[in-house]
């Protein structure tokens, strides 16, 4: 058995790890907060960085709580729950601000993040494996699964979900089960190594859509048709609202309330704009609402044929001016109908818009919004702004991942 260790937790890093330092190397102990001693052991090295499990707490933080959870030590999906909800927010924030540093001046405009004051994360995406007929997480660092019966992290309806889908004879050629909760239904995608059956068949239910994926293959089979249409519903300003549709493959943000605040956010600093280019588009998510709202005209742009077809199938239905191409946005690209927009949106995957950000002093946007899910492409993205000469105007934590070790973060740019 390795040797038990003491150390000090110096800070808690991006991705909800402690970190304490042993010989000289940096150790990350999971379930830890910044200022507590500890009793700890290694249990893996890989390239110059050790990780170790927490044994014991010798000095607990002021800010510590019972997990609500009660696989949250082992289970992979949310890092921060012995923290308590004020201080995980906190902890959000200093990373954000950490990583714009370098950008932030004395009139940047900064909204802290505000703590969740809900027993439940919200979360309305969802993968679930599936081993022995249950339906679980991967375990920390693992393929091994951990099961509950109660997932803090989700919402009600697809807590509830999970049970209705284990009282069902699930084939055992099912290897993982996805579920995405929208306005009037949830898609529910049964995920296996194998095609599917022709007898097989599934519940009606008038807000349940139900797919079969064949797990090497980006299509999906539909069981239930004719099949529903979903959507998702927008709140807008003055007691507005748009629908969305979404599709099974489409994305949509994991947090219902996080996507609505995001929106807002973006109306607020979009006011006045009339021409407004959307990259990284998905299906029109942060666009379509801008359309609405503001009466502007959209060109967007995304990677994924599917989420462009319904962003001009969504378009075409509420009868905005948006317009959505399918394009490489990481590769080579004509940046001629995307050249001086009121606003600029950027809303790329974790690796960031890196050859866009390279592109910026030719496309002359008045402004940029530019979202992100990872701050170290953040940070990139970022200082390919700056030193494309634009300002850092005002930025804003997000917490679109509850319980986790992420944070979204909106920043406003300009020239």
């Known amino acids: 058995m390795p040797e038990t260790l003491s150390g000090h937790i110096q800070t808690v890093a991006y991705g909800g790890d402690g970190i304490t330092h042993h010989d000289n190397n940096t150790v990350f102990i999971p379930n830890t907060i910044a200022g507590e001693d500890i009793r700890y052991r290694i249990t893996d090295k890989k390239r110059g960085v050790m990780r170790g499990k927490l044994d014991e707490i010798s000095k607990p933080s002021p800010q510590r709580v019972s997990p609500p959870c009660a696989v949250s030590e082992t289970c992979g999906g949310c890092a921060l729950q012995h923290m308590h909800l004020s201080a995980q927010a906190d902890l959000k924030t200093s990373w954000v601000l950490d990583a714009f540093k370098p950008f932030i001046s004395d009139n940047t ?51 509830r979900l999970r049970h209705t889908l284990e009282a069902l004879s699930i084939p055992a050629s099912i290897q993982s089960i996805r579920a995405t909760q929208l306005h009037n239904g949830t898609h529910i995608i049964l995920e296996s190594d194998q095609t599917c059956p022709d007898d097989f068949t599934v519940p009606h239910n008038p807000h349940q859509q139900w797919w079969w994926r064949k797990l090497d293959s980006p299509s999906i089979k539909a069981l239930l048709k004719p099949t529903q249409t979903l959507f998702d519903r927008i709140a807008l300003p003055d007691n507005q609202h748009i629908d969305i549709e979404i599709g099974a493959n489409d994305f949509v943000q994991g947090h219902q309330q996080g996507n609505q605040m995001l929106i807002q956010q973006i109306i607020a600093w979009s006011q006045g704009s009339q021409r407004i280019v959307d990259l990284f588009s998905g299906c029109g998510n942060l666009s379509l609402p801008l359309a609405q709202a503001l009466g502007a005209q959209v060109q967007g742009a995304e990677l994924n044929p599917a989420s462009v077809k319904a962003a001009n199938s969504n378009a075409k239905r509420l009868k905005l001016d948006a317009h959505y191409q399918t394009m490489d946005l990481f590769g080579s690209f004509d940046l001629e109908s995307f050249i001086g927009a009121d606003t600029l949106i950027l809303d790329p995957p974790r690796k960031g818009a890196k050859r866009i950000c390279q592109h910026i002093r030719q496309l002359f946007p008045k402004q940029i919004i530019m979202v992100n899910c990872d701050l170290a492409a953040a940070k990139r993205d970022a200082k390919a702004l700056f030193d494309a000469g634009f300002t850092l105007k005002a930025l804003r934590p997000l917490d679109l991942f509850p319980y986790t070790g992420h944070v979204e973060t909106l920043s406003l740019w300009v020239s």
Do not use: I, M, Y
Not at 115 to 125: L, N, T, W, Y
Not at 132 to 138: A, E, P, Q, V
């Open 109 to 159: 405009e900064f909204t802290p993040l505000q703590p969740h004051h809900s027993g439940f994360a919200g979360r309305r995406r969802v993968r679930w494996f599936v081993q022995n007929g249950k339906l679980g997480f991967r375990k920390r660092f693992s393929h091994d699964l951990t099961h509950t019966h109660h997932c803090n992290a989700l919402s009600k309806g697809l807590d």
